[in-house]
């Protein structure tokens, strides 16, 4: 009879920690899934907390450079006339040749595009000059010179006639702000 009862106390002994250990795994699979879930979410927390303080950082640096940003504002103020400053542009092209000793004409073609944002706007004109072939070509270097007062590109020309005096016409774009 005790080998009986020695043999149950045995197996109940035995069915209890096999019952424990079933249990602990349980609850550790349990807590260890939970435990992952909320690291994942810890994680992408952080995330989200660095890009949001990366673009904390960028807005930072960009808002000191708006003293900079607006200097170069100034100068490309001073650059590009506005839409009613190109009224005299015709005249600075005549005093331009006189300056070469070249005779000018002017005048805008097409439309005019307005500017958009921090597009410049733009203004088809066309030209004609007469003059020496070394003067057309002082002429030509001085109207596209950044520093001229007029912002503009020579999209196309042309040099007819010979010997000293020489005609010339072509088209261009100027720009404004």
């Not at 080998?3 to 920690?17: D, E, M, P, Q, Y």
């Amino acid at each position: 009879m005790e080998k009986k009862r020695f043999t149950r106390k045995l197996w109940i002994s035995f069915g209890i920690v096999i019952g424990g250990i079933a249990i602990a795994i349980g609850i550790l699979m349990f807590f260890s899934g939970q435990i992952s879930s909320e690291v994942d979410a810890i994680v992408s927390d952080r995330a989200m907390v660095r890009s949001k303080t990366d673009a904390l950082a960028d807005l930072a640096q960009l808002e000191s450079g708006a003293p900079q940003a607006a200097q170069y504002q100034e100068a490309i103020d001073q650059l590009l006339p506005d839409q009613y400053g190109l009224v005299a542009f015709t005249q600075w092209l005549t005093q331009l040749g006189n300056k070469y000793g070249v005779t000018t004409n002017a005048a805008f073609q097409g439309s005019v595009t307005p500017s958009a944002g921090t597009t410049p706007g733009t203004a088809q004109f066309s030209f004609s000059a007469q003059g020496s072939p070394g003067a057309l070509a002082s002429f030509l270097d001085g109207m596209s010179a950044k520093s001229s007062g007029f912002l503009l590109t020579v999209t196309s020309f042309d040099v007819t006639g010979g010997g000293s005096n020489e005609n010339m016409t072509g088209q261009g774009v100027l720009f404004f702000r």
